[in-house]
Structure formats: C-alpha cells, structure tokens
C-alpha cells in the first residue's frame, strides 16, 4: 500500500528581505488620497526602497507639514516614529530630532506650498545646516487642500483646471538648494518608479541633507492639457540625465560596462550610485555645471530628472556640533545634567 501524497492548501510564506521583513512590514493605513494621486506613487516607491535596503522601521522618524502631500507618512513604515509638524516647519523639528537622536533615520515628505511657500525660511536653513534628513518634496504646483491655487512652484504660463494662466515665475527648489549648498539634489517624476526607487535608496545612505524634488501631479487640480505638472507634460517632457543603478553596502559590486560609460559615486556607508551616461555628458559632483545645466533647461522649458547634485564631502550638522556617539536621548539625568561646580565655572565666565 503506497500513501498518497501529503498536500497543503497554505499559502507560501511571503518573501522576507536582510533582516527578516516582509513588503507588507513596511506599508501603513490605507490612503485617502484621490484616487491616482501621484503622492500614492511615491508612497510605493518608499516603501519599496526602505524594504529593499533593509532599513529597520523603529529606527526611522516619519516628519512632515501640512498638505495633501503631508498625509502620505501615514501610508508607509508604520512601526516608524512620527510627527506632523506646523504648516511649513517640518525642519525644525527634523533639526531637534537628529540633535536628540543620531542614530535616527529621518525621512521627511513635504509639498511644494509647505516648503516653497510659508516653509521657504525654514528649508533654506535645514540645508544651510546639512541636517541628515531624507527630504521628499512632493511637487504638483497647487494647493490640493484649498481648491488648486497656484504654489510657488507654478511655471509662469501654465494654466490651472479654471483656465486662469499663472503670471508669476516660479521657485526652482533644485535649482535653490544647489545654490544654498545642499550636498544631494535629485529630481523624479511619480510616474517613473525605476528611477525614483534608486534616487531614494541614494538618499538613504547619503550623509547630509539629501533634497528629492518630485513631480507628483495632482489628478483633481493640475492634470489637465496646459499643465506643466501633469502626467502628460511630464511624461512628454522628462530628459533623464542618465539610468540610474544602486548597489548598497551589503551587496558586492559586479558591472559590466563599456570604459567611460558610467560614473560612480559613493556614500559615506559605502553604497554606490551606478550612473550611465546618456546623451549628456554631466558630471554630479561639479556645482557650477550642474547649476548651469538646470538654468539652461529651465529657460528651454525642459524637465530634468536623475542625480542633479552630490557632495560627500561636506561635514552634516551632528559632525559640526560634534555630539557624542551617544544619541542625546538615551543618556542618563546624571550624564547631561552638570554639576554645582561647573555651573558656578559657567557663570563666572559670563561676569
């Protein structure tokens, strides 16, 4: 007598990553988004990245603003930290944070009325100070919340959904951030995951303020014909600068290429950004021709994408203030508290 065939009707366990996670650990509430919002796009490409990289969730703090584009937080890493700031303050707390824990991975999603509008003093000063923070602007040229105003961001003759065309020129964040000494500039488009997952997975292991513009149109608002942030122009108008690759620190480096096709750039964890040149012979590391490149593509209305700018050179803000390896928050009262007699040496100095 043979026995027949022991068979199980369990489904296979779900593929897990580096350190034991599933995708499904890396997703959060349900979003209530519109539907095809390219903010939901780029939640996906968070959530892809972080799991790809093994980042562990309860080492990362979620920061945002206020917006539609402040809202996504609560769709990825929901075993993360996390605080919803003031409307255009975000980087202030992201500043106290890192000082209060080092050992945080700060992802931070902001729009472009949070951070070009009422939060344009507090982003020029978290790049001045190379804060280590992700920082996602997610860019549709409108206020979504209050009924598709132009933002800052509005290219000057584009046309909102009432036909009303903008008169006012816009504010380049890429453009500005290089120019305020940012060490990573990227930009992306919702609509181009490939691109988007790599740029975010370099924004990861970069050691500074890592700025990621991307264009995420607003499907009630801003998508129409006229639009300069609708998918359509987007998708008709995006130059990449070149195909992105990225290897992080726990993978070993195996390309083949062609001599003098690719460029390599590498993070202070030891990730590489693998980038193939295409049609444009640029360079990421060299500021004056990077802001050079984005002037010219924006006076012929052209819509980069890829690593605009890098420099991992540049000391972040918790090197300068040099804090102990210690993160501020796990030390004790009797560590951070001083004494009667350093007190008193304090206050005569000041006599």
Do not use: W
Request: charged share 20%.
């Amino acid at each position: 007598m043979v026995d027949a065939p022991v068979t199980s009707n369990q489904a296979p366990a779900p593929k897990t990553n580096r350190i034991g996670l599933t995708l499904a650990d890396y997703k959060g509430a349900p979003s209530t988004l519109c539907d095809g919002c390219g903010h939901d796009a780029i939640t996906a490409q968070i959530i892809k990245a972080c799991y790809e990289l093994g980042v562990e969730p309860h080492k990362v703090a979620k920061l945002s603003g206020i917006g539609c584009s402040s809202k996504t937080p609560a769709y990825f890493l929901s075993r993360a930290h996390g605080f919803n700031a003031v409307h255009g303050r975000m980087p202030s707390v992201a500043t106290g944070v890192s000082m209060a824990n080092r050992d945080l991975t700060l992802l931070a999603v902001s729009g472009d009325g949070d951070t070009a509008s009422i939060g344009l003093g507090q982003f020029c000063h978290i790049i001045r100070r190379n804060v280590p923070m992700i920082y996602i602007v997610e860019n549709n040229g409108v206020y979504g919340l209050t009924k598709g105003q132009f933002s800052a961001t509005a290219d000057f003759g584009s046309k909102s959904k009432s036909g009303v065309m903008n008169e006012l020129s816009s504010i380049d964040l890429c453009s500005l951030a290089i120019e305020l000494g940012a060490t990573f500039v990227g930009r992306s488009f919702a609509g181009d995951p490939k691109q988007l997952v790599a740029l975010i997975k370099a924004a990861v292991s970069h050691r500074g303020t890592a700025i990621l513009d991307v264009i995420s149109p607003c499907v009630t608002f801003n998508n129409h014909e006229g639009s300069t942030k609708s998918y359509k122009y987007a998708k008709e108008s995006e130059i990449p600068l070149h195909d992105l690759g990225f290897v992080p620190f726990f993978e070993q480096l195996t390309i083949e290429m062609e001599p003098g096709t690719i460029q390599e750039v590498e993070f202070h964890d030891g990730s590489k950004i693998i980038l193939k040149k295409l049609d444009k012979n640029y360079d990421p590391t060299n500021k004056l021709s990077a802001m050079n490149t984005l002037q010219k593509a924006i006076a012929e209305k052209q819509f980069l994408t890829g690593l605009l700018y890098v420099d991992e050179k540049k000391e972040d803000f918790t090197t300068i203030m040099d804090l102990v390896d210690e993160p501020l928050a796990t030390l004790s009262a009797e560590q951070t508290r001083p004494g009667k007699e350093v007190l008193e040496e304090i206050m005569n100095s000041l006599k």
